[in-house]
């Protein structure tokens, strides 16, 4: 469904402007049946983002994306992070905080700290990934009720035992 294109200029269903065909929003070889210029259609896309449906189904497309070009969306993501550092740090502290904030992390956390001053104080020393051998490692507890026993993992191989 579109409309022939026959004048220079139409009337926005939206915002009622006269608006030049340029600026309408176009379907393959007409105008969009909508009839509507790309401004609105703008904020119509951004309105419908807003409600659940829109939501769920931008999530679901951008899960998908991400499904399929890994690579892409590392990349998208980095150079988000390096235009906007700011947010991103405000990102980072609402993410640590709601994670501390849960009574299931706890345990983790308290675990971590362990670790940490463990290692400061010497009394357990960082190993290369027990897969890799990658210097790079994490501390991984198989069971947080004994925060010093840890296998140490690189991120990938960390991040897959996790995803098992
Ligand atoms: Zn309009
Ligand atoms: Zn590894
Ligand atoms: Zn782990």
């Not at 608006?19 to 896309?45: H, N, Q, T």
């Amino acid at each position: 469904m579109e409309i022939k294109i026959t004048k220079n200029w139409y009337e926005c269903k939206d915002c009622g402007f006269a608006v030049d065909v340029d600026d309408m929003l176009k379907s393959r070889e007409g105008l969009s049946s909508i009839c509507i210029c790309k401004e609105c259609y703008a904020k119509r896309k951004k309105l419908f983002y807003k409600t659940d449906y829109g939501g769920n189904y931008c999530r679901q497309m951008s899960r998908r994306f991400a499904k399929l070009h890994p690579e892409r969306i590392k990349e998208i993501y980095k150079k988000w992070r390096q235009n906007h550092p700011e947010k991103y740090k405000e990102l980072n502290n609402k993410r640590r905080k709601s994670f501390e904030s849960n009574p299931n992390n706890k345990i983790k956390i308290s675990a971590h700290s362990k670790v940490r001053y463990a290692l400061k104080i010497k009394k357990m020393f960082k190993k290369p990934c027990e897969v890799c051998g990658d210097i790079k490692s994490q501390a991984h507890h198989p069971d947080y009720t004994e925060p010093l026993k840890v296998r140490w993992l690189c991120q990938k191989h960390h991040l897959k035992l996790h995803n098992k």
